[in-house]
């Protein structure tokens, strides 16, 4: 399983930015997909998370509005908009993945349930 993110950059406040995660090894079904963030000297916490087999979504709050996840499940890839960013979203953005099993769509993005993750990918949003 392999996790890799792409679309790091610098931006400009106000601007936008897509995140890819390209995901080898297998297929979606049955997993949620979800991306977090850290700032340095911080915690990893869940920005958007997403039911692979559905669609259902869940956002953190200082995204909502601003932030869209979605996936081509054929292509293995899902993906996070981020529009009109803030020098504060500036930080590592990481993918991950859990499979769902039996216990479904959670309605939640915790680092701590996520089964595999990518290494990171720097966002900079310039003021």
């Known amino acids: 399983v392999q996790l890799v993110e792409s679309g790091e950059g610098l931006v400009q406040a106000g601007g936008s930015l897509r995140l890819s995660c390209t995901v080898s090894g297998f297929t979606f079904d049955h997993y949620t997909l979800g991306w977090f963030r850290q700032a340095p000297g911080t915690g990893r916490g869940g920005v958007s998370c997403?039911?692979?087999?559905?669609?259902?979504?869940t956002y953190a709050d200082s995204v909502k509005g601003r932030v869209t996840i979605s996936s081509d499940n054929a292509r293995g890839i899902f993906y996070l908009q981020m529009d009109s960013l803030k020098p504060e979203d500036t930080n590592i953005y990481y993918c991950?993945?859990?499979?769902?099993?039996?216990?479904?769509?959670?309605?939640?993005?915790?680092?701590?349930?996520?089964?595999?993750w990518g290494k990171g990918t720097l966002v900079t949003v310039s003021s």
């Open positions: 991950a993945v859990m499979a769902m099993g039996s216990r479904g769509w959670l309605g939640t993005c915790e680092d701590n349930n996520m089964d595999y």
């Open positions: 997403m039911s692979a087999d559905d669609g259902s979504t």
